[in-house]
Structure formats: C-alpha cells, structure tokens
C-alpha cells in the first residue's frame, strides 16, 4: 500500500517551454500533497504544499508564477514550471500523505522526476 | 528554531554488521515526529520507520529500530545485519507545524551508508 506514481521520470525540454510534472497516490486519498526539489548530493528542499481544492503554500524564495501547482483531486496533483530555463534544472520529488483518522502524517514519496532544460 | 542535524556525511559497514546512523533534532513543541527515509541510487524515498515524541518504546520495524533518546534529542537509526543492498542515503526527518494547522517536514542533509562485502 500507500504507492505514489511520478510522471514523466525524466524530461529533457529546450529553454523557454514549459514543463508539466504529475503526481498520483495510487491506493490511497491524499489530503495534502507536496512538491521537493533535490540538487545533486543535497538534502530535500521543500517547494510547496497543496491540499485539494485550495490554492498551494508556497515556501519562502519559491515563485509561485514560475512553478504552478494545481491539486484537482484527493489522488492528483500537478507541477508546472513555467519559461524553463537551465537553471530549473533538479531532480523534483512529490510526497502525499494519506487522509487518515489517526494519522501520523507520513509522506509517501514518488519516484522523482528528473528535468534537464538545455 | 526547528532542525535536524546528521552529522556523519558518510559511513562504512561490513555486511551483515550492525550500524547507527545518527540524528540529533530540536524544537520547543512538545508533539513531534521523526522519521526516517532511504534514497538508494534510483532517487526514490522510502519511508522505514517512525517514532512520536510520546511514544513509550522505541520503534522498530524489521531490521531497522530507532534508539530515540527524547532528553538528548536524538533519534537514531539502527541497521543490525547490513545487506549490501542497504546501501544508500540515509535521511532523518522531523514533522513541523506550520501555517493553517498543517504540519510538514523537515529534512537533515543526509548519510550516504556504504555497504561492504
């Protein structure tokens, strides 16, 4: 149990694009899903927090025009970057923690998304 | 301030060995979390084991047991019997509240555990 899916794995884009990054808890329903972003040999860094249906928390220094986030329901939520550019590129990991009565709060992660923008 | 500290950035162990990865936390709220997630070289996390801050007993789950010591602020993580497929990083975690009764995570940098034959 408790499976999260990323999607795509891997995304190479040219500079400019935009990027769409998909997260879906498999077999559970998610209350709140969040977005990392991981630099080589570094430690998660937090980008955002979405619970379905309301607008994202953003952490401080992340634009929220740059990386959209929408979370359209309790199993899907989106991450756009937008005008990409090489600097964007990371390794982003999405989380999503079950809507439990007795919870405690453990995030289960996806597999990671790579993106490469040239 | 909330945050958690690894200090070993890597260590070294013979297979089928005992290792402690360490972690030492702080926060002034009374409820808490940790927890402890592995990386292997794929990237993806993998949740091991938890441990609340009113939980009597230490946590354990299979081959991984957390030595949580509350008056030290440690929570350290336990391998007994390494599998050269432990090999991996090693990330400790303690959830945090943050803005409109929602918590989240807060991450250390990380112990890259090498397994040996």
């Known amino acids: 149990g408790a499976v999260v899916s990323q999607h795509p794995s891997w995304v190479i884009c040219k500079s400019g694009t935009s990027v769409k990054i998909e997260c879906r808890s498999l077999?559970?329903?998610?209350?709140?899903m969040f977005w990392y972003r991981q630099f080589p040999k570094q430690s998660l860094m937090l980008m955002a927090t979405?619970?379905?249906?309301?607008?994202?928390?953003?952490e401080q220094g992340v634009e929220k025009d740059k990386f959209l986030i929408n979370h359209a329901s309790l199993t899907l939520s989106t991450l756009t970057v937008t005008s990409a550019h090489p600097e964007d590129s990371s390794f982003y990991i999405c989380s999503a923690k079950a809507l439990l009565v007795h919870s405690t709060d453990t995030q289960y992660f996806g597999p990671g998304t790579r993106l490469t923008v040239l | 301030a909330q945050k958690i500290t690894q200090t070993q950035p890597g260590m070294f162990v013979q297979e089928k060995e005992a290792v402690t990865l360490d972690c030492t936390y702080d926060t002034s709220d009374p409820s808490y979390g940790l927890f402890w997630y592995k990386q292997p070289s794929s990237g993806e996390m993998i949740f091991l084991i938890y441990?609340?801050?009113?939980?009597?007993q230490n946590a354990t789950e299979g081959r991984y047991s957390l030595n949580f010591q509350k008056a030290r602020k440690s929570a350290n993580l336990v391998i007994s019997a390494s599998q050269l497929g432990d090999s991996a990083m090693y990330f400790c975690?303690?959830?945090?509240?943050?803005?409109?009764?929602?918590?989240?995570?807060?991450f250390g940098a990380g112990t890259r555990l090498a397994v040996h034959p």
């Open positions: 975690a303690m959830r945090v509240p943050f803005s409109g009764g929602y918590n989240k995570l807060i």
């Open positions: 979405s619970n379905e249906g309301s607008k994202a928390t953003y």
């Open positions: 441990q609340g801050s009113y939980d009597q």
């Open positions: 077999d559970f329903q998610a209350t709140t």
